[in-house]
């Protein structure tokens, strides 16, 4: 059973710096595309980043410049550095790929960012 977990959220001010990372486990033989989405109370799920199998990385316009995703495959876990955080980031961020050629989801972290 393939199961995605993240981890690191929590409550920062404007300005600062939080990693979330997902940690996915089980039995895996394929680690594809991984991304990472946000929802934020009374908005629809927005995705802000993906990374390929091979490391390319991709990002929604909001978030460019000031996020960063990266991946170990050999720990099966995909990071999100956030930069520059903005109270508008809040949400509860959620981690989702694609692991042994299904589509599989996080529970999801909450992060607040609030002074």
């Known amino acids: 059973q393939v199961q995605l977990v993240e981890s690191g959220g929590g409550l920062v001010q404007p300005g600062g710096s939080l990693r979330v990372s997902c940690l996915a486990s089980g039995t895996i033989f394929s680690f594809g595309t991984m991304g990472w989405h946000r929802q934020a109370p009374g908005k629809q799920r927005e995705l802000i980043a993906t990374?390929?199998?091979?490391?390319?990385?991709n990002y929604a316009d909001s978030v460019k410049g000031r996020f960063a995703i990266s991946r170990d495959n050999a720990k099966r876990t995909v990071n999100l550095q956030m930069n520059s955080l903005k109270p508008e980031d809040t949400a509860v961020y959620y981690c989702?790929?694609?692991?042994?050629?299904?589509?599989?989801w996080g529970q999801g972290t909450q992060v607040t960012v609030s002074s």
């Open positions: 989702n790929g694609r692991v042994n050629f299904e589509d599989y």
């Open positions: 990374i390929t199998s091979g490391g390319s990385p």
